[in-house]
Structure formats: structure tokens, C-alpha cells
């Protein structure tokens, strides 16, 4: 059986807090797009798929298919085509254009700008919603992924064993300013809190992770 880590305090959850949005000020997705419409697209290709390969896939994507209609009106094998090199390409193309079709159909072609309503939309659950409002509008929300899952789980933030659980865990304990912690954490599991070989030595939340010992090299 997995040792339970313990829970921070409320005062350490505050400190955690004001550590990330001092490192982490400015923090925004590494995402490369120029409109809403882009970033959801961005955002549903993401999963389970670096940032870095998306930003590879999408000027082609976004040339060929530049908004909503021409999505809508796609051939699916020409968008397999363009997006082959990204994981689970086959439902993504399928889903990439149901989600076109549904803002044309629902929404006169404009993306919802509204959490209800993006989840309505083919292949965009909470987490990818909860990303383009976070982005886009600067929305008080937390998504989470594995990054934020993981680094969460190692602060001692959260003991949930699903991504909604802890969204709701971590909304529930930083209360405001979700949407920079979001990309702070997403940041810092990228880069420092790593899943392999995680930067220990040097790092600045080193006195309030929980799980430290664990990760010796």
C-alpha cells in the first residue's frame, strides 16, 4: 500500500501560493495561437501530446483550415493527415471536426466563451475548457494535468486519485488567482518537478514537498 502524504496546512498552502506567483508572474501557455478558435484546437490536440509537437502540427492545420466553417466542411483524411505525428490522431481529427460543425450548427461559428458550453462541444471536457477560459478570458479556474496533478499531489495539496478531485481540491484551498497557479504549476512539473529525475537540489519549493527523500539520484 502507497504511504499517504501528508496534507499541507493552511498556512503552508498560502505560502505555496504567494512561492508560485512570485516565480511564476506572467505565467501563459507555451501554446503558439492567434485567436480562440486556434487555442481550442490547440488545446484538443494537446492531450496526452507536448506542447511543442502541437506548435509543429498547427500552422499547416491552421492554413488549410483557418475557422470553424472550413473545419466544419473538412475532408477527415486530410486532417489525419496533417495532424498524424500527434497521439491518438485518429479521434482527434474525427473530434476536431465534429467540434467545428457544433460551433457552426450552435454557435453561428464563434467558439462559446463559456465553460457550460465549450463541454457540450465534441472532444473539449472540463480540463480542456477550463484551459481556453484560463487563457483566453483570464478565467478563476484550475485545470489540471498530469503536471499539476503530479506536483499537487507532492506539495501535499492535494490526495486526490482523479483530475477532477483535485481540481476541486486546489480550487477549494487557493480560492483566488487559479488561473496564473494553473500555469505555474503546468510550468514548474514541466521543468523542475519533473516525473523523472525531478531538479531536487535547488529547488524553491523544497521546503514544503512531501515527498523530497523520494527522489534522491
Known amino acids: 500500500m502507497a504511504k499517504r502524504i501528508k496534507q499541507a496546512t493552511k498556512t503552508k498552502i ?4 504567494q512561492l508560485f506567483l512570485e516565480h511564476y508572474p506572467d505565467s501563459i501557455t507555451e501554446l503558439v495561437y492567434r485567436n480562440v478558435y486556434e487555442l481550442l484546437v490547440a488545446v484538443m490536440l494537446s492531450a496526452q501530446c507536448t506542447d511543442k509537437r502541437v506548435n509543429i502540427i498547427t500552422p499547416a492545420l491552421f492554413e488549410k483550415y483557418p475557422d470553424p466553417v472550413s473545419l466544419a466542411n473538412a475532408n477527415l483524411d486530410d486532417v489525419k493527415a496533417l495532424i498524424q ?3 491518438f490522431f485518429n479521434n ?3 473530434n476536431l471536426i465534429k467540434m467545428a460543425q457544433s460551433v457552426v450548427e450552435n ?3 464563434e467558439i462559446p466563451l463559456d465553460r457550460d458550453e465549450l463541454v457540450k462541444l465534441a ?3 472540463q480540463k480542456t475548457a477550463n484551459v481556453v477560459m484560463i487563457e483566453y478570458t483570464g ?3 484550475m485545470a489540471v494535468d498530469t503536471h499539476v496533478y503530479r506536483v499537487a499531489h507532492r506539495l501535499g495539496l492535494c490526495d486526490a486519485s482523479t483530475a477532477l478531485k483535485c481540481e476541486e481540491q486546489l480550487t477549494k484551498k487557493f480560492k483566488t488567482d487559479l488561473h496564473r497557479l494553473h500555469q ?3 510550468l514548474f512539473g514541466r521543468y523542475h518537478c519533473k516525473a ?3 531538479e531536487c537540489n535547488d529547488c524553491f519549493m523544497k521546503p514544503y514537498c512531501k515527498t523530497t527523500e523520494t527522489f534522491k539520484v
Not at 498560502?14 to 501560493?17: D, H, P, R
Open 184 to 186: 505555474a504549476m503546468v
Open 196 to 198: 523523472v529525475k525531478p
Open 92 to 94: 482527434k481529427a474525427k
Open 14 to 17: 498560502e505560502e505555496i501560493k
Open 85 to 87: 505525428s500527434c497521439s
Open 107 to 109: 454557435y453561428g461559428g
Open 139 to 141: 478565467a478563476n479556474l
Open 123 to 125: 472532444g473539449v471536457g
